[in-house]
């Protein structure tokens, strides 16, 4: 599946050790920074945002956004636009999922030329 | 009175055996597709919105032929206001045979995509492209201006829209176009049997919900259920207004193939009139994130919009092209679906359900409390 390609500039240095809040997206990568996602009531068929937070003392220079519905073998309709809010906060906008059930949230990272890949279900009724 | 007694006695037997068959897990979903109607929000990108005197406008030119080049077809001529804004046609007729089913003109305010393709993301320039489609009204903008200049409907324009002789003939096509949309947007479905059950559920009053049909509920439980349709058709509009594969046939000819979104998305992305254009009245551009955003995919080939299913009965015939004349045909394509048609790396929502005779009953009878009307 084709992903959006946000680029951003780490002007701000390294990501540090962070009070996260929301679910921690799980990765099969060892030692990896923790990413939490934040997110409120998700709206049916309605664009909503999630927030990440990377928490880890390396700099993230690419983040990557994406959700499938793994029953269904499909996607989002919409890219979402990632926007880094802060040191270790990214705010995902335009996201939106047009069908009920669990749908699965993947992020990929990179840091230092390393990509590392994260994975959270969320479910919507 | 012995007679009395037994018809009174089956009355409050009938009374105390109907009842709420849907499981808690049920009624909340159920819950989803209301309250209705929804408020009232203007559309940003039309200063004519839910203005009284554009929606006057809009509605009288809506039923007069100035709006076509030779004045031989309104928009009513297509969306006839007495069935339900469609026709009875499978495929609309407007200078020529076209290719889709006419869709009705209800509960499109505020949407996110119009038309089976999707071609337009705002009521006003879905209601801006016939005036000008060649197979449809045909007008050229130049044509327009001079109909409308000529017509008694000058002055109401003037009124809203200022002295139309200094606006260019692009200018004066949108207005008109906003006048129209200003209009569509207060056709509204009614209220329904479904609502009234819906809202007895919210106010936990299950002795009134409890008049609601059970053949209606059984095939609400299916429709939420082992029908699948609720992944499509849900929110108080019962569509999610995105694109998918009915396994219906998208040939129209040998050689010809309606391309649905894909076609939708090559127009909607070279279009003027979108709400990231510079023809929105809305300086902050609220709703473009869509057009900026929307994927495209090859599997977008032949898929169409989501159609609504308030005020379903009234709408046949039905599908993206009007090949099936009733609802039970409708059941019945989707309880049988031939998986053969989908596209192969296409989402994997639909397989065949065969469902009973019993149940294909029992869905329509649902879909049949979504419309005030009954059946025609």
Same mark, same amino acid.
């Given at each position: 599946m084709i992903r959006w390609l946000v680029w951003f500039l780490a002007s701000s240095g390294a990501a540090i050790a962070c009070e996260a809040t929301g679910q921690r997206m799980s990765t099969e990568t060892q030692n990896a920074p923790a990413v939490h996602v934040a997110v409120d009531e998700i709206p049916l068929a309605q664009p909503f945002s999630i927030l990440l937070t990377v928490c880890g003392e390396t700099a993230v220079s690419e983040m990557r956004v994406d959700a499938v519905m793994p029953a269904h073998q499909h996607g989002m309709n919409y890219l979402p636009v990632v926007t880094a809010i802060g040191d270790d906060v990214f705010r995902i906008d335009d996201?939106?999922?047009?069908?009920?059930g669990k749908w699965e949230l993947q992020v990929d990272v990179e840091y230092n030329g390393q990509t590392v890949s994260y994975t959270s279900d969320l479910a919507l009724k | 009175m012995k007679l009395w007694v037994t018809v009174a006695f089956v009355a409050l037997t009938s009374v105390v055996r109907a009842e709420v068959l849907l499981s808690e897990d049920e009624i909340q979903q159920t819950l989803s597709f209301g309250p209705w109607p929804p408020p009232i929000q203007p559309d940003?990108?039309?200063?004519?919105?839910?203005d009284p005197r554009a929606i006057a406008l809009g509605a009288a030119l809506f039923d007069d032929p100035v709006l076509s080049i030779d004045g031989a077809l309104a928009c009513a001529s297509c969306h006839n206001p007495e069935q339900a804004f469609t026709t009875l046609d499978p495929r609309a007729f407007g200078r020529v045979l076209l290719d889709r089913n006419t869709p009705s003109l209800r509960n499109l305010a505020g949407l996110r995509w119009y038309g089976w393709g999707g071609k337009s993301d705002n009521l006003w320039a879905a209601s801006l492209h016939p005036i000008i489609e060649e197979q449809e009204m045909a007008h050229s903008k130049e044509s327009l201006k001079r109909a409308i200049s000529e017509s008694p409907y000058v002055n109401d324009f003037e009124d809203i829209?200022?002295?139309? /002789?200094?606006?260019?003939p692009e200018l004066v096509l949108v207005k008109i176009a906003k006048a129209l949309s200003a209009y569509l947007e207060t056709l509204v479905t009614e209220r329904t049997q479904f609502d009234d059950f819906r809202d007895a559920l919210e106010r936990s009053d299950l002795a009134e919900a409890a008049n609601y049909p059970e053949a209606a509920q059984r095939g609400l439980q299916l429709f939420l259920g082992r029908g699948n349709c609720a992944f499509c058709h849900n929110g108080p509009r019962f569509s999610n207004n995105e694109f998918h594969d009915a396994g219906v046939p998208y040939f129209l000819s040998k050689t010809k193939v309606d391309e649905g979104r894909f076609g939708g998305l090559n127009f909607l992305l070279s279009s003027?009139? &979108? +709400? *990231? #254009?510079?023809?929105? *009245?809305?300086? /902050?551009?609220?709703?473009a994130w869509a057009v900026r955003n929307v994927r495209r995919s090859h599997s977008d080939f032949g898929i169409f919009r989501t159609p609504s299913l308030r005020g379903v009965v009234e709408t046949a015939p039905y599908m993206h092209d009007g090949s099936l004349d009733a609802l039970d045909a409708v059941v019945r394509h989707y309880s049988e679906i031939? &998986?053969?048609? =989908?596209?192969? *790396? #296409? /989402?994997?929502? =639909?397989? /065949? +359900?065969? =469902?009973t005779g019993q149940e294909i009953t029992d869905l329509v009878a649902f879909l049949e409390t979504l419309s005030s009307a009954t059946r025609p």
């Amino acid at each position: 599946m084709i992903r959006w390609l946000v680029w951003f500039l780490a002007s701000s240095g390294a990501a540090i050790a962070c009070e996260a809040t929301g679910q921690r997206m799980s990765t099969e990568t060892q030692n990896a920074p923790a990413v939490h996602v934040a997110v409120d009531e998700i709206p049916l068929a309605q664009p909503f945002s999630i927030l990440l937070t990377v928490c880890g003392e390396t700099a993230v220079s690419e983040m990557r956004v994406d959700a499938v519905m793994p029953a269904h073998q499909h996607g989002m309709n919409y890219l979402p636009v990632v926007t880094a809010i802060g040191d270790d906060v990214f705010r995902i906008d335009d996201m939106l999922f047009h069908m009920p059930g669990k749908w699965e949230l993947q992020v990929d990272v990179e840091y230092n030329g390393q990509t590392v890949s994260y994975t959270s279900d969320l479910a919507l009724k | 009175m012995k007679l009395w007694v037994t018809v009174a006695f089956v009355a409050l037997t009938s009374v105390v055996r109907a009842e709420v068959l849907l499981s808690e897990d049920e009624i909340q979903q159920t819950l989803s597709f209301g309250p209705w109607p929804p408020p009232i929000q203007p559309d940003p990108s039309n200063r004519g919105s839910n203005d009284p005197r554009a929606i006057a406008l809009g509605a009288a030119l809506f039923d007069d032929p100035v709006l076509s080049i030779d004045g031989a077809l309104a928009c009513a001529s297509c969306h006839n206001p007495e069935q339900a804004f469609t026709t009875l046609d499978p495929r609309a007729f407007g200078r020529v045979l076209l290719d889709r089913n006419t869709p009705s003109l209800r509960n499109l305010a505020g949407l996110r995509w119009y038309g089976w393709g999707g071609k337009s993301d705002n009521l006003w320039a879905a209601s801006l492209h016939p005036i000008i489609e060649e197979q449809e009204m045909a007008h050229s903008k130049e044509s327009l201006k001079r109909a409308i200049s000529e017509s008694p409907y000058v002055n109401d324009f003037e009124d809203i829209f200022g002295d139309i /002789e200094s606006q260019n003939p692009e200018l004066v096509l949108v207005k008109i176009a906003k006048a129209l949309s200003a209009y569509l947007e207060t056709l509204v479905t009614e209220r329904t049997q479904f609502d009234d059950f819906r809202d007895a559920l919210e106010r936990s009053d299950l002795a009134e919900a409890a008049n609601y049909p059970e053949a209606a509920q059984r095939g609400l439980q299916l429709f939420l259920g082992r029908g699948n349709c609720a992944f499509c058709h849900n929110g108080p509009r019962f569509s999610n207004n995105e694109f998918h594969d009915a396994g219906v046939p998208y040939f129209l000819s040998k050689t010809k193939v309606d391309e649905g979104r894909f076609g939708g998305l090559n127009f909607l992305l070279s279009s003027p009139y &979108t +709400l *990231d #254009g510079d023809w929105t *009245d809305d300086l /902050e551009k609220q709703g473009a994130w869509a057009v900026r955003n929307v994927r495209r995919s090859h599997s977008d080939f032949g898929i169409f919009r989501t159609p609504s299913l308030r005020g379903v009965v009234e709408t046949a015939p039905y599908m993206h092209d009007g090949s099936l004349d009733a609802l039970d045909a409708v059941v019945r394509h989707y309880s049988e679906i031939d &998986t053969e048609r =989908l596209h192969a *790396d #296409g /989402e994997a929502v =639909l397989s /065949e +359900l065969n =469902l009973t005779g019993q149940e294909i009953t029992d869905l329509v009878a649902f879909l049949e409390t979504l419309s005030s009307a009954t059946r025609p």
